[in-house]
């Protein structure tokens, strides 16, 4: 599993899990042929882990960007790239 940031726009931010992130990036390539920017996180779990993982950081997406189900509005794909590694890396942390 996957979890993906990646800026379609100047201030619209995708946000979520894919299994399959070569198909995941065609599709968003295909409505918007310019990425401004990507980064991935490889999730090494089950789907449903992934699942709750996504869930934990949407809602602390919430505590500081307007989000609309995986659509961030943020005009720093990095700053919202920073939370999402942040919650990976406390939730990986706390699984050891």
Known sequence: MHYYV???SESV???GITKDLDQRLRNYRTANTQLVYFKT????CDRKEARRIEKEILTELR????????????????????????IIE???????
């Open 6 to 8: 990646l800026a379609t």
């Open 90 to 96: 406390e939730l990986t942390i706390n699984q050891l």
């Open 63 to 86: 505590r500081w960007y307007t989000c609309r189900s995986e659509t961030v509005y943020s005009e720093s794909p990095e700053r919202v790239s920073r939370v999402v590694e942040g």
């Open 13 to 15: 931010v995708k946000v």
């Open 41 to 44: 996180y490889d999730l090494r």
